[in-house]
């Protein structure tokens, strides 16, 4: 007698669940994606720093587009089979890596930082939900779901911990805004114009043998440098010190 082959779980790897109709699977990804909204606004309104803040956000891509390619693989099986698994695999993880950079790319368009961490985090959720997908097929075993799975809810978690390692950083330097002695610090601040980190001029006694910053401003209407956040509460300090060199 021949023993049948084991398959897995329907519920834990079957893809779609077989609790869901054909009918409301959309629905339920559409009610998903609303649900995670609301709950993103609400946790972020607990947070009182705008950098603690974007680094939630960038850790909440791995969500949305997990259930981006839900949407689309809900949305292609029901039209398009028989298919070949692997270029679905492949074409689908492009697309979504496509759509991460695009994305990013109209935001240094708009003139803000360019997020290599947002594609990273967005692409951990893609990858998450076409293992879930690929392991309902029988394409690779289920240890390798559940250990890819851990690992990505551990990576997913690293823009948070880095915003808060640096605004941990920012707040040591109390009653400093920012220095220039180190690596970190050129993450406090921005500008659009060229600038680097030098030592102090020798007219600068006061600042021997200490590193500064050299800032070319560029012949526009509006020069600027800026702190990404300087220190939330202000009440401590009755002036503030600007020295400049020129």
């Known amino acids: 007698m021949h023993k049948p082959a084991s398959s897995p779980a329907p519920f834990l790897y079957a893809w779609p669940p077989p609790w869901l109709t054909r009918f409301n699977r959309i629905w339920v990804v559409l009610l998903a994606l609303v649900l995670l909204l609301l709950t993103q606004q609400w946790l972020a309104s607990f947070i009182d720093s705008r950098r603690l803040v974007a680094g939630f956000y960038t850790a909440t891509y791995c969500l949305w587009f997990g259930l981006l390619t839900w949407l689309v693989l809900v949305a292609l099986t029901q039209r398009f089979v ?4 692997y270029h679905w695999l492949a074409g689908i993880w492009l697309s979504m890596l496509t759509l991460a950079a695009l994305m990013e790319i109209s935001e240094l368009m708009l003139g803000r930082p360019l997020a290599l961490a947002a594609v990273f985090s967005s692409m951990l959720g893609t990858t998450a939900v076409l293992a879930i997908w690929a392991r309902s097929l029988n394409l690779i075993p289920g240890w ?3 250990t890819g799975l851990l690992l990505m809810a551990m990576l997913a ?6 915003a808060r390692a640096l ?3 920012r707040d040591s330097l109390a009653p400093d805004l920012v220095r220039f002695d180190e690596q970190r610090a050129s ?3 921005t500008t659009d114009h060229a600038a680097r980190v030098v030592t102090a001029p020798n007219t600068w006694t006061a600042y021997q043998d200490q590193t500064v910053l050299e800032l070319i401003i560029a012949d526009t209407e509006e020069p600027a440098w800026r702190l990404a956040e300087p220190i939330p509460d202000w009440s401590a300090f009755q002036y503030l ?3 400049l060199y020129q």
């Not at 028989?82 to 698994?85: E, G, V």
């Open 144 to 146: 390798s779901v559940w």
């Open 167 to 169: 605004q941990a950083y």
């Open 157 to 162: 978690t690293i823009p948070m911990w880095q």
């Open 82 to 85: 028989p298919f070949n698994p």
């Open 241 to 243: 010190v600007v020295d």
């Open 187 to 189: 993450r406090l601040w």
